[in-house]
């Protein structure tokens, strides 16, 4: 399976994401964005999933991945970033880069809706909140 677009990528994660309490998942890709594995590396409670940087680098590296995709879910419907979901989409990004296993989407679904950090291009323009 080719993950070659956002939409595909929503499809791929919806259906296994929770409705009740956030969840953060990854997506460790082939060069050619070919699946290779998706996991859910954290569940949090209905508005808060703790994320640590460390585990997405284990993640990627124990499946050999050339890229990477994360996602999270926001129970409550509203798919826009929170300033600590730009937080931590820039803390996950740069650590990426350090291991050259480019980050190539951060996707918050909701039932709904979706927001791509890659659509909206935050991935390339936006700086970290001070």
Partial sequence: MTIASTHRAVELLRPVMSLTVEEFWAVAL???KSLISMRCLFRGTVDLCLV???DLVRFAC?????????AHNHPSGQCLPSVEDIRLTH???QTCELIEVPMVDHLI??????FSFLEARWLLDHREPE
């Fill in 109 to 114: 679904l909701t039932e709904d809706d979706h």
């Fill in 30 to 32: 082939t060069s050619s």
């Fill in 52 to 54: 640590h940087p460390r």
């Fill in 91 to 93: 803390r996950l990004k």
């Fill in 62 to 70: 124990t499946n050999n991945a050339s890229a990477v995709l994360v």
